[in-house]
């Protein structure tokens, strides 16, 4: 038989209408075998996460306040879900527990935490699986990096014994056993460790969205949906702000080489979007895959005369960044001139120490610093193959009369970066996707 590991988002479980709705979904199939619920999520938009609530708690009670009122809506959240899905379960014991130990400051990410455990707990009862606690499987190191080969080790050998359980997203434990979580939206991440020691033939993440589209929706009207992509191809563009997950989620089914299939759960029976290692497939219609974008970067232009000759130019310009520890995004550069793109936020508070010590390091003819630079990547494995690919994007830039301060493409030709005016983002955006989608 298959086996499928099943993420579900805190919107797919803020409720138990929602609850009901996953249950559904697992019982369709039953290779879903291994589940990772997230802590219950926003019911409206106006609405607080269980883990936001909980986060509160903990500043809370570090600054001595009261959390009575704001423990008492958590409680009754959870309660709500047992009561309406008619589990004849208490949590309450749980719910003390947990309460007594926010009280007695046992830390941020045990507080955090929680949420999704006890959304374990109840969503375990309720489907008739195991629990497995997170902490017994997940394993983090002591500089706080995550444990993978160890955690793969113990995590595959009691899911063998476990043929159908859930395990709760988001946090794992140290070695001296306090709990840590991974960051924000984490639980992604473990349902790719589970999956990958479950060697499953298929990571289900289950969200509110169909899959990944191939522009933001907020800039590019109704844009399509993307059906498979790569994970090389995913990595660029969630690097450049497509986020439906975690960035980090990628890396142990990639290394393991298990598909993800992004689905929406309120729209069971849509495909949604197949991350797969490799494909040869593409849409000749779409000789692009997506696009995205981010504002906020800037530039860095250093002028010397003859930089060409200069042996070890651009390793002491470079060795000021590792000092200053500020990475950079791209380095375009011509004869004389060389350039250096950088997160104007990271940037920041180094700015002045940073081109003095340019300066220092290189004795430049001139440097300047310009800000309000937004990048595009434009991806797609199809481009290899397509001839002309670049001059359409410059066409389509040109045409809406943007004008392209910086161009990049990476030797692999799966990408062309683009860095434009921030003003001019959005309708870059738009004529590039209406060049490349009819
Ligand atoms: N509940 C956590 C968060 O809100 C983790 C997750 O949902 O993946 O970030």
Same mark, same amino acid.
């Given at each position: 038989?298959?086996?499928?590991?099943?993420?579900?988002?805190?919107?797919?479980?803020?409720?138990?209408?929602?609850?009901?709705?996953?249950?559904?979904?697992?019982?369709? =199939?039953?290779?879903?075998?291994?589940?990772?619920?997230?802590?219950?999520?926003?019911?409206?938009?106006?609405?607080?996460?269980?883990?936001?609530?909980?986060? /509160?708690?903990?500043?809370?009670?570090?600054?001595?306040?009261?959390? /009575?009122?704001?423990?008492?809506?958590?409680?009754?959240?959870?309660?709500?879900?047992?009561?309406?899905?008619?589990?004849?379960?208490?949590?309450?014991?749980?719910?003390?527990?947990?309460?007594?130990?926010?009280?007695?400051?046992?830390?941020?990410?045990?507080?955090?935490?929680?949420?999704?455990?006890?959304?374990?707990?109840?969503?375990?009862?309720?489907?008739?699986?195991?629990?497995?606690?997170?902490?017994?499987?997940?394993?983090?190191?002591?500089?706080?990096?995550?444990?993978?080969?160890?955690?793969?080790?113990?995590?595959?050998?009691?899911?063998?014994?476990?043929?159908?359980?859930?395990?709760? #997203?988001?946090?794992?434990?140290?070695?001296?056993?306090?709990?840590?979580?991974?960051?924000?939206?984490?639980?992604?991440?473990?349902?790719?460790?589970?999956?990958?020691?479950?060697?499953?033939?298929?990571?289900?993440?289950? /969200?509110?969205?169909?899959? $990944?589209?191939?522009?933001?929706?907020?800039?590019?009207?109704?844009?399509?949906?993307?059906?498979?992509?790569?994970?090389?191809?995913?990595?660029?563009?969630?690097?450049?702000?497509?986020?439906?997950?975690?960035?980090?989620?990628?890396?142990?089914?990639?290394?393991? *080489?298990?598909?993800?299939?992004?689905?929406?759960?309120?729209?069971? =029976?849509?495909? *949604?979007?197949?991350?797969?290692? @490799?494909?040869?497939?593409?849409?000749?219609?779409?000789?692009?895959?997506?696009?995205?974008?981010?504002?906020? $970067?800037?530039?860095?232009?250093?002028?010397?005369?003859?930089?060409?000759?200069?042996?070890?130019?651009?390793?002491?310009?470079?060795?000021?960044?590792?000092?200053?520890?500020?990475?950079?995004?791209?380095?375009?550069? #011509?004869?004389?001139?060389?350039?250096?793109?950088?997160?104007? @936020?990271?940037?920041?508070?180094?700015? =002045?120490?940073?081109?003095? @010590?340019?300066?220092?390091?290189?004795?430049?003819?001139?440097?300047?610093?310009?800000?309000?630079?937004?990048?595009?990547?434009?991806?797609?494995?199809?481009?290899?193959?397509?001839?002309?690919?670049?001059?359409?994007? $410059?066409?389509?830039?040109?045409?809406?009369?943007?004008?392209?301060?910086?161009?990049? @493409?990476?030797?692999?030709?799966?990408?062309?970066?683009?860095?434009?005016?921030?003003?001019? $983002?959005?309708?870059?955006?738009?004529?590039?996707?209406?060049?490349?989608?009819?």
């Amino acid at each position: 038989m298959q086996v499928k590991v099943v993420k579900f988002g805190g919107s797919s479980l803020a409720d138990a209408e929602h609850f009901r709705q996953v249950a559904s979904i697992i019982g369709a =199939d039953e290779s879903r075998r291994y589940v990772v619920p997230s802590a219950p999520g926003k019911r409206f938009p106006e609405d607080t996460k269980v883990t936001d609530m909980l986060y /509160t708690c903990y500043e809370m009670v570090r600054r001595g306040e009261d959390i /009575t009122d704001i423990f008492g809506q958590i409680r009754a959240r959870y309660n709500s879900i047992i009561e309406e899905l008619g589990i004849d379960y208490s949590l309450e014991d749980e719910l003390t527990f947990v309460r007594g130990a926010l009280l007695h400051n046992s830390g941020r990410d045990y507080a955090a935490s929680r949420g999704e455990y006890l959304n374990g707990i109840i969503l375990a009862k309720y489907l008739g699986f195991d629990f497995i606690d997170a902490a017994n499987v997940i394993f983090f190191r002591d500089d706080g990096t995550f444990d993978a080969e160890h955690t793969n080790a113990i995590l595959g050998e009691v899911l063998r014994r476990h043929p159908r359980a859930v395990i709760p #997203g988001f946090y794992g434990s140290m070695p001296n056993g306090t709990i840590k979580t991974f960051s924000r939206g984490g639980s992604d991440i473990t349902g790719s460790i589970v999956a990958r020691a479950a060697e499953a033939d298929l990571y289900e993440n289950w /969200t509110d969205v169909s899959g $990944f589209l191939m522009a933001d929706p907020r800039i590019v009207e109704n844009p399509l949906p993307i059906e498979t992509i790569t994970y090389r191809e995913l990595r660029e563009l969630s690097y450049m702000g497509a986020t439906v997950l975690h960035e980090d989620a990628i890396f142990p089914v990639r290394f393991a *080489g298990i598909p993800i299939n992004i689905r929406n759960t309120n729209r069971p =029976d849509d495909a *949604g979007t197949m991350i797969v290692a @490799q494909t040869d497939s593409y849409d000749p219609d779409h000789v692009i895959t997506g696009i995205a974008g981010k504002k906020g $970067f800037s530039v860095i232009t250093i002028e010397k005369d003859m930089m060409n000759a200069e042996i070890g130019f651009g390793r002491r310009v470079l060795e000021v960044l590792e000092e200053e520890k500020i990475s950079f995004e791209h380095l375009p550069s #011509g004869i004389d001139t060389m350039s250096i793109v950088i997160n104007t @936020q990271e940037m920041e508070e180094h700015r =002045d120490r940073l081109l003095a @010590q340019i300066c220092k390091s290189v004795n430049p003819d001139s440097i300047s610093v310009e800000d309000g630079l937004a990048l595009i990547a434009i991806v797609g494995r199809g481009m290899v193959k397509a001839k002309g690919t670049a001059a359409r994007v $410059f066409r389509a830039v040109a045409d809406a009369s943007v004008n392209i301060r910086m161009i990049d @493409q990476g030797s692999c030709e799966l990408n062309i970066i683009i860095g434009v005016e921030a003003h001019d $983002f959005e309708n870059a955006m738009r004529a590039i996707y209406a060049e490349f989608v009819k």
